[in-house]
């Protein structure tokens, strides 16, 4: 600042001293009249100087305001794409005007970097949902760079392109797998591509994954590995059916033999081996078809027995009574035998379960039957106690079974739309009838206690002594001597002293006694 003033009062020292040397000089050249008039020439030459030196400085301020404006107007805008809600604040009053535009500037120009990289930030991301979504054949999501995003909805983008990526990388595995296994079934099927498309669909360098390439790779893999399938079913139907007929043509040809167990892949050789002794077999069994025909309704009428069936269905198969012996009823058998089996497999689970309910069946049966036995009550050691247990737990397995047999049969009749019989018959209807012969019999033995004559003649207070059953009042007798508990849980000891004193009565001859059969309600109660 002092440097500042000693120069301006040097401008006014020099100032003056020129214009006073001037003077001088001209007073001694010139009169005075020519003196006036150079002096109003240099007053005018030097207003002029100073005026175009404060007009520049004038334009030089104004430029300097201007850009202060288009400096604030700027980071006002870039603030707002920024979504910044900060303020320029106003120039301090002490501060020139270029050094708050230096300041101004380098603010703007950090603006300016953040911006440009926020937008470097959106073409990326937008350069990678490119190509993503052209690998995959998915539909863009738009990210605008004007007005720019903000920061939530970038992160919302990027997890768009995490779902991306994760999605591509499931794909690629896929479409590798996909190619792998075409290309082994191909290989094993001996095909090649049967066109370009085909090539450059199986092509390792082709990255195309939308869902039109991915449906087409499912498909071919699909239709190939059926074909696989069907394949190595053939191939093994094949080799079981030369065993089936290597037993039944008692072969010994050890050569033949070795060579069909050599080859053990699936591949057009070992089919070509196996169709060639197959054929082979199936010559030599023309040549005596009658015993083979003989062998396959020994194995028809084994799988008979296995699925069930009633005489009535076993002689629709009208060709199994057929003695014309000829290649056709040979194949007629064979079908018939192929057929069964697949049955009895296809429903193995059912016939399991209804063999498994027969067992319990008949277990329950036997117990229902003990329960009319008199002499079941003279047991002990908690016998009665143990028969019940097994009872209800074979009540409960009972009807586990019965309850898996028709959930089996229901989803049978609604994909076959036909029902499934056993001995004729449907099997649910078979268990029903079951259940109502058992109820039948019950009540045949229920009606059949309670028809049992009384025993004759009148009773006497000695009677009254011997059996609690009478009703009678208590004596002093031998029988008074007995009490009967009065616990719940001690039921079954009244009920045998009861009995014991029937029977007493009955070994004595004792005439008169009257006993009042049991209910079938109380028979149920103590069985």
């Excluded at 300097?64 to 700027?74: G, S, V």
């Excluded at 069946?361 to 117990?367: I, K, N, Q, S």
Aim: aromatic share 8%; with cysteine.
């Amino acid at each position: 600042m002092s440097d500042y003033k000693n120069i301006r009062s040097t401008i006014l020292c020099m100032a003056g001293e020129n214009v006073e040397k001037l003077m001088s000089k001209w007073e001694n050249m010139f009169d005075s009249d020519y003196c006036q008039e150079l002096m109003e020439k240099l007053e005018v030459r030097v207003r002029s100087f100073y005026e175009d030196l404060i007009a520049e400085t004038d334009h030089k301020e104004d430029e300097i305001k201007e850009d202060l404006q288009t400096l604030r107007a700027e980071a006002a805008a870039v603030m707002r794409l920024l979504y910044k809600n900060e303020e320029i604040e106003n120039k301090p009053e002490d501060m020139p005007l270029v050094v708050w535009r230096e300041k101004l500037d380098i603010r703007v120009q950090n603006l300016r970097d953040e911006l440009r990289m926020r937008h470097n930030e959106i073409d990326e991301l937008l350069l990678q949902q490119y190509f993503l979504c052209e690998e995959l054949g998915e539909s863009p999501l738009p990210l605008l760079a004007d007005p720019l995003p903000e920061l939530h909805e970038i992160s919302t983008f990027r997890d768009h392109l995490k779902r991306l990526q994760a999605e591509r990388a499931l794909r690629m595995d896929e479409m590798f797998q996909l190619r792998s296994q075409i290309k082994q079934h191909m290989k094993q099927l001996e095909l090649l591509p049967q066109s370009d498309a085909d090539e450059q669909l199986l092509s390792q360098a082709n990255l195309n994954m939308t869902p039109h390439i991915m449906q087409k790779l499912r498909l071919m893999h699909e239709k190939l590995t059926a074909q696989v399938v069907e394949w190595r079913q053939r191939i093994d139907d094949m080799r079981e059916k030369i065993k089936v007929l290597w037993v039944r043509l008692e072969y010994t040809d050890e050569f033949a033999m070795q060579k069909v167990t050599d080859v053990t892949w699936y591949t057009q050789q070992t089919y070509d081996v196996l169709s060639e002794e197959l054929q082979r077999c199936q010559q030599l069994r023309r040549q005596d078809v009658k015993r083979f025909v003989e062998q396959l309704r020994m194995e028809i009428q084994k799988w008979w027995d296995l699925t069930l069936k009633s005489q009535r269905e076993r002689k629709s198969f009208v060709n199994y009574y057929n003695d014309c012996y000829n290649e056709d009823l040979l194949e007629l058998h064979e079908l018939e035998l192929d057929d069964i089996k697949t049955f009895y497999n296809s429903n193995k689970e059912i016939f399991d379960l209804f063999a498994n309910r027969a067992e319990v069946w008949e277990r329950m049966v036997a117990l229902q039957a003990k329960e009319s036995d008199p002499k079941r009550f003279n047991n002990r050691g908690g016998q009665l106690l143990k028969e019940e247990r097994e009872r209800k737990m074979i009540m409960s397995k009972l009807a586990k079974i019965e309850l898996q047999i028709k959930e089996l049969v229901l989803a049978y009749e609604k994909r076959t739309k036909s029902q499934f019989l056993v001995h004729g018959e449907s099997i649910l209807q078979y268990m029903e009838s079951d259940w109502e012969r058992l109820r039948q019999t019950k009540e045949q033995q229920s009606s059949a206690r309670k028809h049992i004559s009384p025993m004759s003649g009148s009773r006497t207070p000695s009677d009254r002594q011997l059996c609690p059953l009478t009703g009678a009042s208590k004596s002093t007798g031998n029988l008074h001597k007995r009490k009967l508990i009065k616990d719940a849980n001690n039921d079954l000891i009244n009920i045998n002293n009861a009995k014991r004193c029937l029977m007493q009565a009955l070994t004595l001859g004792i005439p008169k006694i009257q006993v009042q059969p049991p209910s079938s309600d109380d028979e149920e109660d103590y069985s």
